[in-house]
């Protein structure tokens, strides 16, 4: 058995280190590759189908997000004994709509399946994708090709599709530093345009976005999920009164 996963485990690396063309930090990700489709299986995902441009603020309605995915492959050990880091991780930000939290299983059935996977999570219906469902990838490993250097890696992308950070066998305290600090990149509430000071020319952003009919979680200063002029009077208050 154990002759079969080596060779599996050359196999693999052999393969990625002679295709493969990952990221860098602070490396943006691709449209391309932020519209690829993932079957989700195993948690309560929409439609069953996830894309990293789900998380893309520009895309997905203007709601900002931080994602953290874990790259896993069923054979490798320690994805599995530290399951449980996982669960920290996901107790830890469970009540934050801004963090995203993804398993990405690849090589399922080996040997366990990603209900399997998922029953062994202490955690409520974590989100596992199949990584290798991706039908139009350019590889059969594609997280592992675009972020990876190792099963266990903690993968961070920021509010702007920005690759963040990388890491293996990263701890608990390391991952909830990763994610409080792309967390606190995030712009404040107002500061529409994100240059740090919330000004007129925030006001000027909000108005036309009233009269797009669009919407970004950064204009919508009194959070009932609708930019409108309750929004302006709030934030011309904020500015008077600072």
Sequence with gaps: ??????????????????????????????IEHQLKEFDVCYGDYGDGTLRLSDFNYNLNGGFHKVI????????????????EVFDEIIEEWQDDNRVV?????????QPYTCQMWGDSHESE??????????????NNYPMMYWFGDNYTDLVFID??????????????YQANVVI?????AIPDSGDINGDGVIDIL????????????????????????IVDILDIVQIVNYILDN
């Design 159 to 172: 509010h702007n599709m920005i690759f963040n950070y990388f890491n293996s066998y990263t701890v608990f």
């Design 1 to 30: 058995m154990f002759g079969s996963i080596y060779s599996q485990c050359f196999q693999l690396e052999n393969n990625l280190n002679t295709i493969r063309t990952s990221y860098d930090i602070g490396d943006t990700i691709s």
């Design 180 to 184: 409080q600090n792309m967390l606190d």
């Design 101 to 109: 939290l993804i398993n990405n299983i690849d090589d399922i059935w």
């Design 125 to 138: 219906n974590p989100i596992i994708i199949n990584g290798q469902s991706c039908a139009n990838c350019e």
């Design 68 to 83: 953290m995915i874990r790259i896993n492959a069923t054979w490798w050990a320690p994805c599995y004994s530290t399951i």
């Design 202 to 225: 925030d006001i000027v952003l909000m108005v036309n976005m009233i009269l797009d009919g669009d919407y970004d979680s950064l204009a919508d200063f009194n959070d009932d999920g």
